[in-house]
């Protein structure tokens, strides 16, 4: 079964027909978050034909016939971002309260940028943990 995901994600790529999906999408980078044990940059879509793009493709993917079969659903809403690190560690009052410090000024000077994140393609990866997302040469991208 495992050794038959990339086919099945690929079937589920090729039934998604529309050319719009496949044009790169903007999304402005707008400032960094702590999401749990995450940091993240946060992105904004100045376009909201370009959100709506790909909340669209996840909704047009996740409907898939052959995805449902396996009970493969989507579990969160989209939130535009970059995840840039993981805590391994739970953080101390300190920790947090400098970090809380640093983001603060690092989203400060963000706030007069103009870093735009184009996102032009979606592909099957793997994990064996979060740091690493791997690819193989006939795993399905669109």
């Known amino acids: 079964m495992l050794t038959d995901f990339p086919e099945i994600i690929q079937e589920a790529f090729d039934d998604i027909e529309e ?3 496949f044009q790169p999408i903007a999304m402005k980078m707008i400032g960094l978050s702590v999401f749990g044990t ?3 940059m946060l992105g904004n879509f100045e376009n909201e034909d370009d959100y709506q793009r790909i909340t669209d493709f996840r909704q047009s993917f996740y409907q898939q016939e052959i995805l449902q079969d396996l009970d493969i659903k989507m579990t969160r809403p989209f939130i535009g971002h970059v995840t840039l690190t993981y805590f391994e560690a739970d953080l101390s009052e300190a920790e947090k309260e400098n970090l809380g410090k640093i983001i603060i000024e690092i989203n400060e000077k963000l706030a007069v940028e103009n870093n735009i994140f184009y996102i032009n393609s979606t592909a099957l990866r793997r994990y064996h943990h979060l740091a690493e997302f791997l690819s ?4 399905p991208k669109i």
């Open 38 to 40: 995450c940091i993240a």
């Open 136 to 139: 193989e040469k006939y795993y």
């Open 19 to 21: 050319e719009e999906y």
